[in-house]
């Protein structure tokens, strides 16, 4: 096989990424925005030693999952990636993913669920940050083309709430009408770098926040003017200050050009703050079924100590409280754990202190001073846990482990290396947080070998 040669392919499966795969001439061959069953025709546009990347030319034979992609950007925008699929085929393949990240780099024989499907694939995000830029002179708001710094213009996102499309029409309006600039990454000029939003879903309340390169907005007062006149909701307007020559999105420094500088929402009946530099899940319904997974998971009757490592601003400990007889949250973030104290005082939760720390330090700081958790939440990062942290929290002891992971194939290696320690996975859920992306979470359990254990 050669670069430019066209070719006749069967798609047989989805990769984590979410292209299609199929064989020919005994290689792997994998091809964007294929769906399984579909015979392709195929332009072969990179050739390795073992495998091979590929483009449609045409579709021979459409699999019967295949639907026709209701977004003029589907394909060019780096976010949605199963568009062209029905969404029982793309939740098929996800529970796939994790059954063969399971399998394949866990070693484990344990049997998937069925993936816990979203109510709704559309409107479901409660966040979004929008890159700006101006090319030839034409204003350009959306997201990026995958791996690239490239905007896809894209104002009507499906997977945005309507209030998102009203605030950038109007910081849009405003921009055009007197000229404000935006950045430009190559000499680091220009003012409006993201269009930064916010929503509370239960609450309502809707946060816009400008991250700029400059202090100061020209003509403030018409931008209020404007995002109050069409934001439905709209309690927060923020400005943010990024003036890095870096592409971290948000800055350190925020100010309230007006109304509240947090909005609220409510998550698993625990009323939380969300400032523009705080962590919170962007489905917030979905969000809502995984930290109930969780909670059955942990089996707790009221006493047990919880240990949340990475616990952010605290929601998903929180949310176990009134079943717990401690928590202890630790988080690397400060703001993050200002926010989590702030969170536990404002439900009225006593029983809650946050440590700011970076994980493993913290579980070695509290095992030497002889803390022993019953039950330890996990929910780190993509890259998922150091062995540090994992032989850490299995000397501290506890009964039950409830690892909740956004990537299958670090969950795998990490259940591993928690069975070499002496902890059995005997429960998995997929939950479908993130619907027409490739991406999945995972929760958990993980249970002490040869300890008999209550509700385990």
């Not at 195929?42 to 579709?59: D, L, N, P, Q």
């Not at 039950?400 to 002496?422: N, Q, W």
Request: proline residues 5%; glycine residues 8%.
């Amino acid at each position: 096989m050669q670069k430019n040669d066209e070719i006749t392919l069967r798609i047989t499966g989805m990769t984590a990424e979410g292209a299609g795969v199929g064989r020919a001439e005994g290689m792997a061959v994998f091809v964007p925005y294929a769906a399984p069953g579909d015979l392709l025709r195929a332009h072969v546009v990179k050739v390795h030693k073992t495998y091979a990347f590929a483009k449609i030319e045409e579709i021979l034979e459409p699999s019967a999952d295949r639907v026709e992609p209701d977004c003029p950007v589907f394909g060019r925008c780096g976010g949605c990636v199963y568009r062209h699929l029905t969404y029982e085929a793309e939740l098929k393949a996800k529970r796939q993913r994790v059954q063969d990240a399971l399998t394949r780099i866990g070693g484990m024989p344990i049997e998937v669920p069925p993936v816990l499907g979203s109510e709704a694939v559309d409107a479901y995000r409660n966040k979004a940050q929008y890159p700006v830029a101006r090319v030839n002179g034409q204003l350009q708001i959306g997201f990026f083309a995958p791996r690239s710094h490239r905007i896809v213009d894209c104002r009507d996102c499906r997977l945005q709430p309507p209030e998102f499309t009203a605030a950038v029409k109007a910081v849009a309006g405003w921009m055009e009408r007197y000229q404000v600039s935006a950045y430009e990454e190559k000499n680091h000029r220009g003012l409006v770098r993201h269009i930064y939003l916010r929503k509370g879903e239960k609450t309502g309340q809707v946060m816009v926040c400008l991250v700029a390169n400059g202090k100061r907005l020209p003509h403030s007062d018409k931008l209020l003017e404007a995002l109050r006149e069409q934001v439905l909701g709209l309690a927060s307007v923020v400005l943010n200050v990024n003036e890095a020559r870096t592409n971290v999105i948000v800055g350190e420094t925020c100010c309230t050009l007006w109304g509240i500088p947090a909005i609220e929402d409510v998550l698993c009946g625990i009323r939380v703050s969300i400032s523009p530099l705080s962590f919170y899940q962007v489905n917030r319904r979905q969000c809502q079924v995984l930290y109930r997974k969780a909670a059955e998971y942990a089996g707790l009757t009221g006493s047990e100590t919880v240990l949340d490592l990475y616990c952010g601003t605290g929601t998903i400990g929180l949310t176990m409280e009134k079943k717990a007889g401690r928590i202890i949250g630790v988080e690397v973030v400060p703001q993050a754990v200002e926010d989590a104290r702030k969170n536990a005082r404002r439900n009225g939760i006593d029983n809650a202190a946050f440590l700011c720390a970076d994980a493993a330090t913290a579980a070695a700081r509290l095992a030497k001073d002889g803390i022993r958790p019953d039950v330890v939440l996990l929910d780190p990062p993509r890259k998922g846990c150091t062995e540090e942290l994992a032989a850490t929290v299995s000397q501290m002891g506890p009964g039950r482990i409830v690892y909740v992971s956004c990537d299958p194939e670090t969950l795998a290696r990490d259940l591993k290396v928690f069975g070499a320690l002496g902890y059995h996975t005997n429960a998995v859920q997929p939950v479908d947080m993130f619907p027409r992306t490739a991406h999945v979470e995972t929760v958990a359990r993980l249970t002490r070998i040869n300890r008999k254990l209550e509700n385990a």
